[in-house]
């Protein structure tokens, strides 16, 4: 890891044209692009060296002539990831960070979808009383490999393949037993109206059939006997 002084040396090296003093491994490291008066330094963590699918830290060591540093809230900086066919990847945001003797300098996480070339495009302009020329800087990464995805456990795909496994019995046996439940019994409510049974109102019918032929017949025999009576007197 770098510290503060060959990162500031080596930029400022290039804005003065001479790198005599940069020790030759500093420009391997970490890429570094220049614009008018301001320049920075990308680092992509861990090791300058990204992989596809998992998100990475990148952040610049950006500074002025003369290596004074430009803090992310002096610049109105805007991060723009590219791919190899210019199409805007994604524009992440940036935070500051402190790293390798840096404070608050632009940093962003970046996730680079496929293995390939991609650039990173790092613009700004002055804010609050800091004075630099608005710059853009274009950092060329690529990206050879991808990130290996985490290792399944055995055991926690077993316990949920049975958990799912027994939620799907509960649920078939819960139909079955919907499907077979008996419909509850219906009982007949009894009809206050129901009319008297045919062989009822017959046997009354005859029962007043009788009592009033009885009443008839005694009546008959009576008028019988007073006529019976009276015949002898008047014959007499």
Known sequence: MMHRWPLTALITGLMSGSLAAVNPSTTRAHEVQIADDVG????????????????????FALTQAGGTVIPLDQCNCRLTLYDNDAIA?????LTAI?????????SAVVTFPEVGAYELVLQGSP????EFSPFELRFEVVVAGRATPPASNPATEAENSVAETTEADAAQADAADSATAPSEAIEPTPDSTAET?????????????????????VVGLIAGIISGLRSPGEKS
């Open 98 to 106: 402190s790293a390798e003797g840096f404070t608050d300098i632009p």
């Open 40 to 59: 920075a330094t990308l680092h992509i963590e861990p090791d300058d060296v990204p992989l596809a699918g998992a998100p990475t830290t990148a952040w």
């Open 127 to 130: 804010q609050g009383d800091v």
């Open 89 to 93: 990847v994604e524009t992440p945001p």
């Open 197 to 217: 049974p045919a062989s009822v109102s017959s046997s009354n019918t005859w029962r007043s059939v009788t009592r009033w032929g009885g009443a008839v017949l």
